[in-house]
């Protein structure tokens, strides 16, 4: 016992030290810093299109690389492809499980990949004349959070067994599994160079990942409550998470530790989801409060919002071209803004 | 600002918690103060027209009992927070399905402890069905059906149309049981399960609040206390509903965990950390790089598809000649001129021009390593070293001889990040040397400055044409709003 207690102490000794020197580089706020910058503007975005056709609470959506393809995962079982420009219904690919909690479509186009409380990440194959099971990737002992491909040959998943893992998908085997956090991991976001993520979890902690060695790089602390949503940011290096403390949070990971935070004494709803616009400068955050509010990633100042669904928004996504956001929500429905 | 631990209700995921997080009660300790009779709102009888109202308080009581005893300032805020507790159905209006708090003289009942939602309440459609029915066999105005609930028994009699007889049965002797209560009781009781109803059947149009988010559903108190029956109705049809999955085990910290922690904490400590003013410069110099390039701040060119229905800007993406704009993003970064199809293409060329492709060519082959089947990489890995680095490869890359070292071991057991050190080496050199070269280039410039040759001349025109057929187009359209938001 001795001798845990006296690494305890040491433990204890090291993070009062990080403090320190995290403290040591806080030289200014962003707010303060952000002060010249010209405001961004306020801005009133008009809904484009309604995408109706799910029968049930959507969950979870994510846009295809060429921005106008999308896939829509929701309790009614099915996932839906979207010529989200035309509204037009590509596919519908039934579920075996209609308890799905996430999907993405890979950066090719040729797959998508779906999973939830089946505790499996299953990969369908878009490409041929009736979509196909490709392979059920089946070793989690917990729920299916979140997926993102890195390949037509790669995924990686969050899962609510506190462990994220990066999948060879022709194999179906685990090739690297992350171990970190305590509690269900939430969500995960790919950095722009693909060797590294971020997860966020049910610890209230967002971690980075290395992906070719599987080690925790680093971790982040802040927000008190589940950590639903993450995304890097475009340059790499800094990383926005959501929050059930209602807040949203930016991390840098090379001050390692929070620079902002987006929150409201008015706003009592936790954070679903979120997406950044091509510079980064807007942030749009999707609530419990059936809301979606856009916030300025610089200034901390919240400078839109977008009302329009009767139930909460539960995914948030915007294009790689950047052109408009697409908020999916559990009144069935999928609008497209600009 | 207190963060008091509230109680973690079933329901409260975010709505309530959070809301009162800056008031240091939780919910049913203020449900208990409000009631109190000495230091709460009245309760009163009231005389209606043929009969009396018994056990209510007006809305405009409650609100502000709420603005004194929480110190509240804004009237909305009080209203705001009392909706909250009506919606969790603590408090009701008699009169409403619909349970939201109103600052005038409507009337509102307290919910018995009994349907609290700390009760964990999850009733199972046998006991709605209970319910309508045996409101039907009871001869009173009051409990009369509404329309939507007059659907839904009839959506339920075809869903339990085997088990009806057990369900009629059921209602029978709950109608007994009622009947054998005081009138006035009966009165309150019926609200109150009324109002426990609207909270876990709600009116068409109200969000069912009840709903959780089934990735946290497991992580609530005591999923064992879970009531399902408000009737006592065994439920026989689902032993246990996939949401309510054991939790997997927490493991306790080994010495093992200590060791790595401590560790990780080193790590973190020697992390040379940078500066706060030095970060929010980076980031802002980044977003006012992209400005340009984020159709949320700067109207697209010719137009954003999703506002003018032309999609004319997608097809100029597509199309092999990239824009002015799009070539002056690939001088940002390497990782964006490579990132961009035509950008690769172009430096590809240059590379050629200058006979050192096979750098490019390299990296482009290790980053397609690095996605292939695992099955697939040893084979792949060795016919890379054949064409870069072998004795006599054809497309020699010129590597220090430290990185070489570390490959030609590293080929050894081939994997995918066999050449991270080698790709790595060439990225740096080609970033810092044929990069900034490329971006002088006369083939690059070109490009940038849209000096196209007389055979492209065309091109142009084209292009010319298209943008003006579009912006007529956006013009006579109702889509004014958009350009003119941009000027």
Sequence with gaps: ?338 | MNLKNNVRLRHTENLLSSCFREIDENIEDIIMRIQDETEGVPVRTVKSFLSKIPSVVTGADIVQWLMKNLSIDDPAEAIHIGSLIAAQGYIFPISDHVLTLKDDGTFYRFQAPFFWPSNCWEPENTDYAIYLCKRTMQNKTRLELADYEAENLARLQRAFARKWEFIFMQAEAQVKIDRKKDKTERKILDSQERAFWDVHRPVPGCVNITEMDIRKCRRMKNPQKVKKSVYGVADETQSQSPVHAPAPRCRKDTKDDMEKEVSFLKTQLDRHCMKMSKVAETLMSYTEQYLDYDPFLTMPEPSNPWMSDDPTFWELEASKDPSQQRVRKWGFSLEEALKDPAGQEQFLRFLESEFSSENLRFWLAVQDLKRRPLQEVPDRAQEIWQEFLAEGAPSSINLDSHSYERTSQNLKDPGRYSFEDAQDHIYKLMKNDSYTRFLRSNAYQDLLLARKKLETDQGRRTSLEKFTRSVGKSLSGKRLTGLMQSS
């Design chain 1, 1 to 338: 016992m001795g001798e845990m207690e006296q690494m305890k102490k040491e433990a204890d000794g090291l993070k009062t030290q990080i403090e320190a020197a995290r403290k040591a580089v806080a030289d200014t706020t962003m707010s303060a810093a952000s002060a010249a910058v010209a405001p961004a503007p306020r801005v009133q975005l008009k809904t484009r299109r309604t995408l109706k056709g799910h029968l049930a609470k959507i969950y979870a959506m994510h846009w295809a690389t060429d921005s106008r393809l999308m896939v829509s995962a929701s309790q009614d079982g099915k996932l839906l492809i979207w010529d989200s420009h035309s509204g037009n219904k590509i596919n519908a690919v039934p579920l075996k499980s209609s308890w799905v909690m996430t999907c993405s479509y890979a950066p090719s186009g040729n797959l998508v990949a779906s999973g939830g409380l089946d505790n499996m990440c299953t990969v369908y194959n878009l490409k041929t004349p009736v979509v196909k099971t490709v392979k059920e990737l089946d070793a989690h002992t917990g729920y299916l959070a979140c997926c993102r491909f890195l390949s037509d040959s790669e995924i990686l998943t969050a899962s609510g067994d506190t462990t994220c893992a990066l999948w060879d998908i022709e194999s179906g085997k685990q090739k690297t599994v992350f171990l970190n956090h305590v509690g269900d991991c939430m969500c995960l976001s790919l950095s722009p160079d693909m060797n590294t993520f971020i997860s966020g979890a049910c610890d209230s902690l967002a971690k980075l990942w290395d992906v070719r060695d599987g080690t925790c790089k680093q971790t982040f602390q802040g927000h008190t409550s589940d950590v639903n949503a993450i995304s890097f940011f475009h340059n790499g290096n800094t990383v926005i998470t959501g929050s059930d403390d209602c807040t949203c949070k930016m991390f840098d990971l090379r001050a390692d530790q929070e620079v902002i935070s987006y929150q409201d004494a008015q706003l009592n709803a936790g954070v679903t989801s979120l997406a950044l616009s091509v510079s980064g400068r807007l942030m749009f955050a999707g609530y419990d409060d059936f809301n979606c509010n856009i916030w300025d990633t610089l200034k901390g100042e919240k400078v839109g919002v977008l009302s329009g669904h009767d139930n909460r928004v539960s995914c948030t996504g915007v294009p790689p071209d950047g052109m408009c956001v697409c908020t999916g929500s559990w009144d069935s429905f999928l609008k497209i803004w600009n």
